[in-house]
């Protein structure tokens, strides 16, 4: 049995182990490859499948947790690639790659960037191009804007065209970084529902998209001062659910369905399909890698993976795992 060094999840109530596993057998007949892994990042979705909590997890132990990453091939070539399954993820010295899920790197891109941005800068970028296509000049509310997937969303919005983007959030020191993000405008989340609400419908009340990084109460009290603000509820409000970081419910009065032209719908695994990711993979990797849409990686060893997990995230970094 040949061995590699991995972050091996035994229990769902456990962070992962740095421990010895097999090294996995790529299906060679369908063009599989065994990469060398030089870079994974720790995403919350890495920490829900992780948690067997994430709605793909299929319950399996153990398991390596590890969703993409950026990995050497035996011809040489550096690539972003998306791993396979839930049970042999990215985070180990090798990992599986099919070519059909991966994209090839140029030369002296920063890895470790890459393995850090590709996930949360996703989010945005599929669903301003595969579920609400972004019109040039349209208006966008990024809801939960100061993570890095809201960040980068800011980012994304105005590189796809949008001519007006606000984002909203809690921290208002991460706030302030994103107008020279980008942001035209930002709005503070408060514990203060009134004056949160009357914030959000001066700064957009006439969006035309709105990605939802929060849900919970935050998102329930968005829609509901966005629409009773709108000066035409005739006009359409698509807002796109992408995270839950407040919460995985909210209740939706049927008044916001019936009184405003509002269209509700969600933008990840499952609603667009594994071919509409992939095609996607190769602009967001140049954009990545032009600089358009920034991050910053924090290296640990793979080894540290266990401290990783437990260590509270720096705010605007996002942890990437070097084997
Ligand atoms: N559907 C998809 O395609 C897709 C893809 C990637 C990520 N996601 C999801 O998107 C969400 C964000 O991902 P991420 O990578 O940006 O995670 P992240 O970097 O950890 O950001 C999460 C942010 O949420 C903010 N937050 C926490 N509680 C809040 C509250 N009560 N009100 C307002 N903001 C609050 C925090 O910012 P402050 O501390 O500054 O408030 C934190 O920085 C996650 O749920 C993730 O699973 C979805």
Known sequence: MVMMNAAVVTSFQEPPHYQAFETPRPAVETGEVLADVLAAGLHPRVRSGAAGSHYTSSGTLPMIPGIDGVGRLPDGRTVYFAAGDDVLGTMADKAVVDPRRSVELPDGTDVAKVAAAMNPAMSSWVALRRRVPLKPGQSVLVLGATGNAGAMAVQVAKRLGAGRVVGAGRDQGRLAVLIPAGADEVVQLTDDPDATASALAAAAAEADIVIDYLWGK??????????????????????????????????????????????????????????????????????????????????????????????????????????
């Open 218 to 323: 935050p998102a329930q009290q968005a829609i509901m001062a966005l629409l009773t603000a709108r000066g035409d509820r005739g006009r359409q409000l698509d807002w796109i659910q992408v995270g839950a970081v407040t919460g995985p419910t909210l209740d939706l009065p049927s008044v916001a369905l019936r009184s405003a032209n509002f269209r509700l719908q969600g933008s990840g695994q499952g609603s667009v399909s594994p071919r509409g990711y992939l095609a996607e993979l190769p602009s967001l990797v140049q954009e990545i890698t032009a600089g358009t849409i920034t991050v910053r990686a924090n290296l640990v060893p793979l080894s540290d993976v266990g401290d990783a997990w437990t260590r509270s995230e720096i705010p605007g970094e996002r942890t990437v795992l070097v084997p």
